[in-house]
């Protein structure tokens, strides 16, 4: 079952975002909280997947004026998208992304994006799997002044 997060729902949450991106726990708890004060532009919204009661995946989303390879200004984007391992395999990603196409539409968009790490062959595969088109290939600098 794919649905809006609820605030019940910040550990469960917290938990998986935890896994995507391990290392900054203590920010992605500040995170959710303040997404649930209405504090965050970013993500606009937040979808989860349960199966048997127990929240196994989940999927963050905005809207962007561009996003890299569209046509169309207010693009619909995938900010985060994680399934729990022992949940893999069995279209839970999937779902996440119909979800994500069904909101996008909603909001009046006309595309989705999303992006991953060069070396992320995992989620190369699945969006590729879930219909998206690699659109190209760049590497993002900083430099701290």
């Not at 879930?130 to 290939?137: D, I, L, M, R, S």
């Amino acid at each position: 079952m794919i649905r809006p997060v609820q605030r019940a729902d910040a550990t469960s949450w917290l938990r998986l975002r935890c896994e995507l991106w391990p290392g900054a726990d203590a920010e992605h708890e500040a995170n959710v909280g303040r997404f649930f004060r209405g504090e965050l532009a970013e993500p606009a919204a937040v979808l989860l997947a349960e199966d048997a009661g127990v929240v196994v995946g989940f999927i963050e989303l905005s809207i962007r004026a561009y996003a890299e390879g569209c046509d169309s200004e207010n693009v619909g984007y995938v900010e985060g998208w994680f399934v729990a391992a022992a949940s893999r395999g069995r279209a839970v990603g999937r779902a996440l992304i119909r979800g994500a196409e069904d909101w996008a539409r909603a909001q009046g968009c006309t595309e989705l994006a999303s992006d991953s790490a060069l070396t992320d062959t995992a989620s190369e595969r699945a969006h590729r799997a879930c219909g998206f088109e690699e659109t190209g290939q760049i590497r993002c600098y900083r430099k701290i002044l």
